[in-house]
């Protein structure tokens, strides 16, 4: 028997979200099952995604590194908080960035967000997440010594995979996600990069009702 898992993602996010964990191929090549079930609740809730430590965006030699981030969301009204053979996927506000650095001294960053967005959880072990990016739903513009503007999915929506754990609260990771991106500008611009790495660790309240928790499960 072969098993695919299946993230589809955003956020915010989030906006559609496909990320393959795994695979495993069989010699007669059968054809692939479904993914598993997934339930997310508590069905239409509100939540809210608020960053944890920091965000880093890596393209070429220059990281950008942003302290507070905040997305936001609703799960799914029942029956769409369940889908018995793939992932939940639910629009997101377009995370906003902001108390941002750049690893170049005499570099300002300002990082702008649009468009819309989704982030999908698929159940598994472990569980995963996937937020899409729309075209051009990511900008850093930098300013001073360098004079540089990056754009995220520049050309098509991007899927950044990531993973969810249920907790108190629960958290969703991003762990060297790479993003496709152009590069543009003059001298000190690694314009020969064509994509970044992610980092983020996101803590995700239950908004409606601060008491509850968002739980994925199958």
């Known amino acids: 028997m072969i098993r695919t898992r299946t993230a589809l993602a955003l956020a915010t996010a989030a906006v559609g979200m496909l990320s393959v964990a795994s695979v495993t191929a069989t010699a007669?090549?059968?054809?692939?099952?479904?993914?598993?079930?997934?339930?997310?609740?508590?069905a239409g809730h509100a939540f809210k995604a608020n960053l944890s430590g920091k965000a880093t965006l890596k393209a070429g030699s220059v990281t950008v590194t942003c302290t507070v981030s905040v997305a936001t969301g609703t799960v799914p009204a029942a029956p769409g908080n369940h889908n018995a053979a793939g992932p939940v996927s639910s629009p997101i506000s377009a995370p906003t960035y902001s108390s941002c650095t750049s690893s170049i001294p005499g570099v300002t960053p300002t990082v702008t967000t649009s468009g819309a967005w989704t982030v999908s959880m698929q159940d598994g072990s472990p569980i995963t997440?996937?937020?899409?990016?729309?075209?051009?739903?990511?900008?850093?513009?930098?300013?001073?010594?360098?004079?540089?503007?990056?754009?995220?999915?520049?050309?098509?929506?991007?899927n950044v995979g990531g993973t969810w754990a249920n907790g108190a609260p629960p958290s969703l990771t991003f762990a060297n996600a790479s993003v496709p991106v152009k590069v543009t500008g003059g001298f000190g611009c690694p314009t020969s990069a064509t994509a970044s790495t992610f980092n983020a660790v996101y803590l995700v309240s239950d908004t409606t009702d601060p008491a509850q928790q968002i739980t994925v499960g199958p």
């Open 28 to 42: 007669s090549a059968a054809p692939l099952p479904l993914a598993g079930s997934t339930t997310v609740t508590p």
């Open 129 to 158: 997440a996937t937020m899409t990016v729309p075209v051009g739903g990511l900008v850093v513009k930098t300013t001073g010594l360098a004079n540089c503007t990056v754009t995220a999915a520049p050309t098509a929506a991007a």
